[in-house]
């Protein structure tokens, strides 16, 4: 089965229950991005997105 990542706006954020998961790594950090942006105002690098929230599920 192919792993799956996943970024849980949570661990980023505090009080968003927003979860991506993807098997597409660069989509489910995109999809964040986006998200941190337009609904928090934050903009996030990707590397940091990479290394301080993705996980493998
Ligand atoms: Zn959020």
């Known amino acids: 089965m192919a792993q799956a990542h996943r970024l849980d706006c949570e661990s980023a954020v505090g009080d968003c229950r927003f ?3 993807s098997e597409n790594e660069e989509e489910t950090i995109e999809l964040a991005k986006t998200h941190m942006r337009d ?3 934050k903009d996030y690098a990707v590397e940091e997105l990479r290394s301080e929230y993705l996980k493998i599920v």
Request: glycine share 16%; net charge neutral; aromatic share 0%.
């Open 39 to 41: 609904v928090h105002g």
């Open 19 to 21: 979860i991506i998961q």
